[in-house]
């Protein structure tokens, strides 16, 4: 059961984006699981990949088309990876893209291939062309829901939000939508997710305001230090609102974040088995990169995340795994540490005020923040991660069955 966290409320329609959900039966039966995104001439994409050594092939064909011409549409399938998958995996990712190209009149480069699901197999082509020609005649840009819904794989909950802001007294929206469970760890992005605004906004731009946006959101979750390889995060701009948007454009960019963070947390909430969501923050350290490693350090450690599960204030754990962590200035006599409210540690010495009573009232909580302060300079980072529970180990464990 995902941690607070709700079905997507009311989605807004992003003018010049249209979408279609299909039932092809690529994998799966009785839900759908293939989504067709139509885009409209002049709008801009831009996109992040994971940086997984063994990408997939949608992942190679993306990167590439991306390269040579405008993007015009979207194809995105659930329940087969088409990663690890050799020459012919690269050409049924070819063909699939000529296939939806042909129908909505593009060129093959014009369309973005992407896949999530199980690896080292090879594509349903029969029921991917299949849905493709089903799917054209359904574009609407109402469709943004059974979108989120058919990218789900182990996901429990749909993954979407909409914003609307006023910028020199005219409204852009943004709408977004992710999928993501497990193997969820990001160096780049990490998952699938796609973002549309009406702004117009030009390729610099929205490189700058995608990339910034998401080393806030996407590069700071985990759930259990996998990285796929099929992660892609796209941020489109359609321009249909006429309002023009600069990556210093303040409050756009806040509404971007906004959108980017909520749909990077809605993952961890709805990790695979997750019944704790965990914000761990490291501050006033040396540098950012000691943060972030301290950060990480704790978020991915096992024996801290199953005591997380237990709801057990073994606090020895959060302090083994910041020793490990490959901090280049980390002395322990000057760390603290809290959770939530409570003092563990205070310079290097369990906190005289602490008790066990305390700290197992925090680590009960659904929500928890783990802050470890190393008094080394000004620099902070923060992760958003998960417990890892039973259900995980069945879910990964019945995965393809």
């Known amino acids: 059961m995902a941690v607070g966290l709700n079905e997507p409320g009311e989605l807004c329609a992003v003018a010049g984006v249209k979408l279609a ?5 690529i994998r799966y039966q009785g839900r759908s699981d293939l989504v067709l995104m139509e885009l409209c001439e002049g709008a801009t994409t831009a996109a992040v990949f994971t940086q997984s050594k063994c990408c997939a092939a949608p992942v190679t064909i993306a990167k590439a088309h991306l390269s040579q011409t405008e993007a015009r549409a979207l194809l995105i399938n659930a329940g087969n990876a088409n990663a690890v ?7 049924n990712a070819m063909k699939s893209c000529a296939a939806l190209a042909k129908h ?15 690896i080292g197999e090879q594509l349903n082509m029969p029921a991917l062309l299949g849905g493709i020609e089903q799917g ?3 574009l609407s840009e109402d469709n943004w829901l059974p979108a989120a819904e058919a990218i789900m794989t182990t996901d429990t909950v749909a993954k979407a939000i909409s914003k609307k802001i006023e910028i020199n007294g ?28 009406d702004a117009q906004i030009d390729q610099d731009n929205l490189r ?20 796929s390889t099929n992660d892609a995060l796209v941020l489109i701009a359609t ?7 600069g990556a210093g454009d303040k409050a756009f960019r806040d509404a971007l974040n906004e959108v980017l963070i909520h749909l990077a947390t809605a993952i961890i909430r709805d990790a695979e088995g997750a019944t704790k969501f965990v914000k761990i923050s490291a501050n006033k350290g040396a540098n950012q990169a000691d943060c972030r490693a301290v950060a990480y350090s704790i978020a991915h450690s096992p024996l801290v995340k199953t005591a997380l599960f237990a709801s057990d204030p073994n606090w020895g754990r959060i302090l083994m795994a910041l020793g490990k962590a490959p901090a280049q200035q980390l002395e322990l006599s000057k760390v603290d540490i809290r959770i939530g409210d409570v003092s563990l540690i205070e310079q290097g010495e369990p906190a005289p005020s602490y008790t066990e009573e305390h700290g197992k009232a925090v680590f009960e909580q659904e929500e928890i923040t783990i802050e470890i302060t190393l008094n080394q300079g000004d620099d902070d980072f923060h992760v958003w991660t998960s417990d890892l529970s039973h259900d995980y180990v069945s879910i990964n464990a019945d995965y393809r069955s």
Do not use: H
Not at 21 to 25: H, R, W
Not at 104 to 118: D, H, I, K, Q, Y
């Open 208 to 227: 700058k305001l995608l990339v910034r946006g998401t080393d806030k959101s996407f590069n700071r979750i985990t759930v259990d230090s996998d990285t």
């Open 104 to 118: 909505l009149g593009f060129a093959t480069e014009a369309v973005l291939p992407f896949s999530t699901g199980v």
């Open 85 to 91: 998958t050799g020459e012919l995996g690269l050409a």
């Open 136 to 138: 054209v005649s359904s």
């Open 21 to 25: 959900s299909v039932e092809a039966g």
């Open 170 to 197: 005219r409204v852009v929206t943004i709408t977004g939508m992710a999928k993501g469970s497990g193997m969820i760890c990001p160096d780049m992005a990490t998952m699938l997710a796609y973002v549309a605004t």
């Open 239 to 245: 321009g249909q609102s006429g309002v023009e948007v």
